[in-house]
């Protein structure tokens, strides 16, 4: 089983930047990629970005140049670096593996708010 801890939003003007933090815990071994994935209200679960074991990485067209995904082997973890961050932004972001995201292992999520 794999444990998924998400941390690090907020509430931040238009404009402004947030990292978002996700350590992971378990029988993590099997796991290649992660990814970051966020749930607006109204709105479908959606891909942020991803990132593999080898480093690469992709992006969700509405968020690329903005964030950057990394990740700390480790440390276990993965990070979510947003940058001029827009009111659609606003979201709960969650982390988990990617492409497929593994079912019973979602966490809590961490809210961002991008508001004036």
């Known amino acids: 089983h794999v444990q998924l801890a998400e941390s690090g939003g907020g509430l931040v003007q238009p404009g402004g930047s947030l990292r978002l933090s996700c350590t992971t815990s378990?029988?993590?071994?099997?796991?290649?990629?992660m990814g970051w994935y966020r749930h607006a209200p109204g709105n479908r679960r959606e891909s942020v970005a991803r990132?593999?074991?080898?480093?690469?990485?992709g992006y969700a067209d509405s968020v690329k140049g903005r964030f950057t995904i990394s990740r700390d082997n480790a440390k276990n973890t993965v990070y979510l670096q947003m940058n001029n961050l827009k009111p659609e932004d606003t979201a709960v972001y969650y982390c988990?593996?990617?492409?497929?995201?593994?079912?019973?292992?979602w966490g809590q999520g961490t809210q961002v708010t991008v508001s004036s």
């Open positions: 988990n593996a990617a492409p497929i995201p593994i079912a019973g292992s």
């Open positions: 378990g029988n993590t071994r099997t796991i290649n990629a």
């Open positions: 990132i593999n074991s080898s480093g690469s990485t």
